[in-house]
Structure formats: C-alpha cells, structure tokens
C-alpha cells in the first residue's frame, strides 16, 4: 500500500507562485509514475500534469503549461510542482497521484494511489 501526503497549499494574490510537494511511502517510488490533478470549485477533477518513474518525460495540461515545473526526487520519495504567474482560475484542490507503471498518462482512472489533496486558493 502506498500512501501519499500533499503540502504546500495555501492563499496566494495572483502572479504569484506556490510550490506543491507529495511525499510517498515505499521503497519503490522510483518504479512509479506520478501526477498532478486538480478540482476546482463545483468541476470535476482535472488533469494538470504528469511525470514519468525518472523524471525525464512530463505532459502537461494545456492551462497550466509555461506556468508549472513538475519535477521528482527519487532519493527523498517526493514529488513536487512548481506554480507560477497563479491565476483565480487555478483554484482548486490539488491531489497527487500514483500509477503502478513507469508511464503517466492524462486519464485519472488510470492511478492507483491518491493523496488526500491540497487547497490552492489565487485571489485576484
């Protein structure tokens, strides 16, 4: 079982940044893809971005690229992404998730591990 904790959610003006970490449980976090969705406000949940088990191929979704960095470090079993120039329009929870493969893709059905999630909120 893996479990995953989210941090670094919070209130941020916007064109501000904030940067999100996902901590995972296990020794095998490296054999993982991982991935950022979102859900803002009365909408369902959302594809942001995903990284593959070395961090050497990402996708992003295309209302957040150019903005968000997502980046992996296997040594601390942490995940992270970076959000710059916050829009309202990235209000959202933020949840980190899993695949038990070494490939991300944009399809939520498609994790098998999720984080308890994060709350972004961007003020205008």
């Known amino acids: 079982q893996v479990q995953l904790v989210e941090s670094g959610g919070g209130l941020v003006q916007a064109g501000g940044s904030l940067r999100l970490s996902c901590a995972a449980s296990?020794?095998?976090?490296?054999?993982?893809?991982m991935a950022w969705f979102r859900q803002p406000p009365g909408k369902e949940r959302e594809f942001v971005v995903t990284?593959?088990?070395?961090?050497?191929?990402?996708l992003y979704s295309d209302s957040v690229k150019g903005r968000f960095t997502v980046s992996r470090d296997n040594a601390k079993n942490t995940v992270y992404v970076q959000m710059n120039n916050l829009k309202p329009e990235d209000t959202a929870v933020y949840y980190c998730?899993?695949?038990?493969?070494?490939?991300?893709?944009?399809?939520?059905?498609?994790?098998?591990?999720w984080g308890q999630g994060t709350q972004v909120t961007v003020s205008s």
């Open positions: 998730a899993g695949r038990f493969s070494r490939y991300g893709t944009r399809e939520e059905s498609d994790y098998d591990f």
């Open positions: 990284i593959n088990w070395s961090g050497a191929n990402t």
């Open positions: 296990g020794r095998t976090f490296s054999s993982y893809a």
